[in-house]
């Protein structure tokens, strides 16, 4: 029982992390991105392939992967995002467009990764020492993966509420008509915004890819469980997002653990359903 | 009289495509059945996707449930009758995806149509495996290629006609003016929920059938074959290259890409999604609105 408790909370954390990435992206740049998923699982392959490949520690793989996933997702913005948002003409019409967009970078990602890695089950084995807590036994990165998203996500949480670059952020998110009245640049608001969502999907593709199988293909199943995250806790909210996300990987490991695994994505959805007929604005959303 | 030439025009066309497997051989007849089927699917993916601006992502979650209904009941019912299963279940499905999300922001229903493939593809295989302990099921029906390509033929017309009619109703103008302003719409005493929910419906029970007349061709049928998600996105590239929002549009778009992809899936199998993706990507950036309102623009001198 405990040890499902804690396996939840491991998998919950990175579900937290990459909603709090995907929220930026949607309520901060308001870019709706399909090809999120696929940005982590890339991220899981770079890991892999630095860890068995030339030795290099998952945590320090850190250091390369979310720094290089930076930067590309900025670039990104910058060629694909930025024409459609100056195309726009309203909020409605970007993201239609922001939808199509990334459905097909989605294709296109997962069709590299097919043809470098192929379509099977991946995995590779780090840390996997037992570590003895609270009456039950857990692997060493899992915990790891708990301890790291915990981290990540606090920083993000300090600076959004705490320093004045984060005050930007969440004004753009707020109202972004208004926050140009204020001195506030909300194109390099936008872009900065998709930039950091993009760093954090690649985060928790780093974390994921230490405790778990991975394949090419299972992006688009990363990519819905983060948007019923953001959505079950609220568009933009960051607090919602990791309650959600915490939430979602408790039900999915109890679900996985007392019903069958393959009635997961199941679950999920009927989380997912359930919301939408009870809460459609989320668990913290405001109406 | 114009209306009335155009329909004298369209069964002709209609009555030569019908008997062209008398004429060509069973490849070409393949190729034809194949063209028709997306043809089908794009028209009935832009009869809701298209005026409503909802994008759907699920049509192969539609496509595959179709097919897979027809490998579960094809040897304990007659055809017909199978074919009207599959519609009931087409039907319910859509009306529970309808139900709970288009009340609410159009980006809900994209999510909820994006994952529901996978959900449907992984419940059934869980089905199978834990229930029915099957994996892999045999359809046996005695068509032949060209049997199933008059059958699709037929669903392409009457796809055709409940688009052009659409346009033509009440419902049409409703939907015209949902698509330009929802909240106007609605106050002007559109039930706006209602529309969305008979368009999609219509739309999802015509994709189920493309499907289910289309499973005898594969013979062995399992999850994975069915719901393979780059039906989805074809017929989405397909119906935004020709324009969503015409009723021809989606045919423009469909003919010449499944040309196109028939022989890229030939010649390289490997970086089909790659190229795929680019393309679409593209068709995004250049021509949003399909390749019809590009021409018309042209002609007008505009530069859009």
Known sequence: MLEHVINGLVLGGTYALVAMGLTMQYGIARIMNLSFGDMIIAACFATHVLFTALGISPIAALLIIVPASYAINLGIYQVMMKPLVSRAADEGALEVDSILLTFGVLFVIQGILLIMFGGGYNSYSFLNT??????????????????????????????????????????????????????IDTDRTARTAFAIGGAMAATGGVVVSMFQTFTATAGVVFTMKALIVVILGGKGSIPGAIAAGLLLGLVETFVAAYVDPGLTLAAVYSVFLLLLLVRPNGLFGKV | MKTSYAFILAGGVLALLATAPVFISDYWTGVLLGMTGYVTLATAWAL????????????????????????????????PLVLLCAAGIGITMALVVGLSTLRLAGVYFVIFTFGLAELVRQTVSWWEVNVTYTMGRYVFLPFEGRHIYWQLLAL???????????????????????????????????????????????????????????????????????????????????????????????????????LLFEWLSGTFPDHFSIILGLMFILIVFVMPNGVLAKFDSLRKGSKL
């Open chain 2, 48 to 79: 809701f996707s298209g005026p409503t601006r909802y994008v759907s992502l699920a049509t192969v979650a539609f496509f595959g449930v179709g097919a897979y209904t027809v490998a579960v009941l094809n040897d304990i019912m007659p055809y």
């Open chain 1, 130 to 183: 037992p570590v003895k807590m609270l009456g039950t036994v857990v692997a060493g990165n899992r915990l790891l993966a708990l301890v790291l998203s915990l981290a990540i996500g606090a920083v993000l949480v300090f600076i959004l509420y705490r320093t004045r670059w984060g005050m930007i952020l969440r004004a753009v998110s707020l109202s972004p008509q208004s926050a140009p009245l204020f001195g």
């Open chain 2, 156 to 258: 392409a017309a009457v796809t055709f006609l409940i688009s052009w009619s659409i346009g033509r109703s009440r419902i049409g103008l409703a939907l015209k003016a949902l698509g330009d302003d929802e909240t106007v719409a609605a106050h002007s005493g559109v039930d706006v929920t209602r529309i969305k929910l008979l368009l999609f419906v219509i739309s999802s029970t015509i994709i189920t059938l493309v499907g289910a007349i289309q499973a005898p061709r594969w013979t062995y049928i399992e999850p994975s074959i069915v719901f393979n998600p780059t039906v989805s996105f074809m017929t989405l590239i397909m119906a935004l290259l020709g324009g969503a929002m015409r009723l021809w549009g989606p045919l423009v778009g469909a003919i010449p890409l499944f």
